[in-house]
């Protein structure tokens, strides 16, 4: 290589892509107050904050999805207004959103060449190059399946991936990364860290919103900071404490937060003997095989496995939202139809899916419509809606879950997806539950979120209430559960109770082949 001259280096140091006094407003909300940012090339930056600090408004400044009020956006240092995110995806800016943004019954290779299929001199689409292109990509992303399958048959970890894919493939100079490994297994998790490691080898700008505290030390070169729609700090990450970071999220001084560190699930709680709920034997569609799980007033029971091993199916079925080969739901003794979602929420059961997108919010209704909806039938007595009766519910949630929001007849899309899991969590409070069947509940809330959450299951649970815990993150489970049922590959590997619930434990649950020792793992027959 030869050697570089100030110019080369003046180039490659300025700014890929930068907003500076950026101003967004909305009825009743200042949503950006004087935001600048800027991300140089090849550079990690991670972009932080507490649900409704302005992380998304931004991303979405950049992406050209929001025009700002003030200020101006900058593209290797020239002005730009993209008035569309197909405008900055043509300037080479890609965004990959939380929830996966694909089309599911298009083949994989059709999403990886969505909009950019390869042609034949007579202007068809070569199927062929396609499906030979999408193949040899999909590799390096750790997908080995058939690039003609749909989508939507994948799980929702390799549908990330997939959208990863298209994004980098797509000639990008910036990619934006929202929450990437949330629906990621460990493996997975390694993947795209390689992916980091070659995009920031090829110059390329990643943006990377995260609030798992170890990716970010990790992967991050430099950090910025939101808080009520303001830059509280931007600069280098590794230099920072922990600690410090935290703080400057919360907006608390580093003494109250080790104070207030203490972990919401510090008391074991005190369970009746006979449960609640029981699941046994619940087997079908291949993917779930002799599953039993039970649930007692007042307990967290966690449900630990990797993507894949049946925690959702598991939860799904419970509720009814799974077809069922074989086996039986009883709640307090009583056994529910298999299949019956509305006898299922009638009895006291409650699901808060993992996909709040597709499984929960009705983007275009209220706050107030969204919460209410589960409730309906008991606040609509001979069919007449008690708007009074709606009101009062709404504001007991409203406060109790302290909800972000410039009112209850703010449209729910227009939150931040960590107050858009609370409002779902409200909705099935509402119907006064007797067993909350949580799948994900803290996936991609801030660190603030995720301990009101936290402690909000811990409330519930001595208030009597039962609780199955799904999560990809083992400290969660670890620490907010009475017992860990471990799965693997749709079957329980084991079950933990007391001391033996340990994050060596539970891996070595899901590691451990059919037979064997016992691991310190009570395994059912």
């Known amino acids: 290589m030869t050697a570089a001259t100030e110019e080369d280096v003046a180039m490659t140091t300025a700014p890929v892509l930068e907003v500076t006094g950026v101003t967004k407003r909305f009825p009743g909300t200042l949503a950006l107050d004087d935001v600048s940012f800027a991300l140089a090339p090849g550079e990690v930056h991670a972009l932080v904050g507490e649900n409704g600090a302005g992380k998304s408004t931004l991303i979405k400044v950049l992406t050209g999805v929001y025009q700002p009020d003030e200020g101006e956006v900058r593209h290797l240092g020239e002005p730009v207004t993209f008035k569309r995110p197909i405008d900055a995806q043509r300037a080479g800016i890609s965004t990959i959103y939380q929830e996966v943004n694909l089309v599911p019954l298009m083949s994989i290779a059709g999403n990886v060449f969505l909009g950019r299929e390869p042609r034949t001199k007579a202007g068809l689409v070569d199927w062929s190059k396609m499906y030979a292109d999408a193949r040899e990509l999909l590799k390096g992303y750790g997908i080995d399946d058939d690039v003609k399958r749909p989508l939507h048959t994948l799980g929702v970890g390799a549908q990330q ?19 990437p490994t949330s629906s990621l297994e460990p493996r997975e998790v390694e993947t795209l860290f390689e992916v980091l490691n070659r995009l920031h080898a090829q110059g390329i700008a990643i943006v990377y919103v995260s609030h798992r505290m170890d990716e970010l030390y990790r992967v991050c070169d430099s950090v910025t900071v939101l808080r009520d729609g303001r830059v509280v700090h931007s600069g280098p990450l590794k230099p920072l404490p922990r600690i410090e970071l935290v703080s400057k999220m919360l907006g608390r001084e580093i003494k109250q937060i080790r104070e207030e560190g203490v972990t919401a699930f510090g008391e074991e709680h005190d369970v009746e003997r006979e449960p609640l709920l029981k699941a046994e034997n619940l087997a079908g569609m291949r993917k779930l095989h002799d599953v039993s799980v039970s649930i007692r007033p007042g307990e967290v029971v966690g449900l630990a496995g990797l993507l894949g091993s049946g925690r959702s199916e598991t939860a799904r079925a419970i509720v009814g939202a799974f077809p069922l080969d074989g086996g039986s739901v009883l709640l307090a003794g ?129 208030e009597g209430l039962g609780v199955l815990l799904i999560s990809s993150e083992l400290e969660e489970l670890i620490d907010g559960s009475d017992r860990v049922v471990v799965l693997r590959d749709g079957s329980v590997a084991g079950e933990l109770t007391g001391d033996r619930i340990t994050e060596e434990n539970v891996l070595t649950a899901i590691a451990a082949e059919s037979t064997g020792g016992d691991n310190d793992v009570h395994r059912h027959p």
Do not use: C, H, Y
Request: cysteine-free.
């Open 161 to 179: 991936m997939v959208a990863l894919a298209r994004a980098v493939s797509t000639d990008a100079k910036v990619v934006i990364m929202d929450e």
């Open 334 to 462: 009583k056994p529910l139809k298999k299949g019956k979602i509305a006898q299922a929420v009638r009895a006291g059961i409650a699901l808060l899916a993992e996909d709040r997108k597709t499984d929960g919010i009705i983007p275009n209704l209220s706050v107030r419509e969204n919460i209410v909806l589960a409730a309906l039938p008991t606040l609509s007595p001979f069919g007449l809606v008690s708007k009074a009766k709606q009101d009062k519910i709404v504001k007991i949630f409203m406060e109790r879950l302290r909800i972000k929001a410039a009112g209850p007849e703010q449209k729910v899309s227009e939150l931040s997806g960590g107050n858009q899991q609370k409002v779902l969590l409200a909705r099935w409070l509402a119907t006064g539950p007797k067993i909350l069947l949580l799948d994900e509940p803290t996936r991609g809330i801030d660190v603030g979120a995720k301990a009101e959450v936290q402690a909000l299951i811990d409330e519930l649970a001595q």
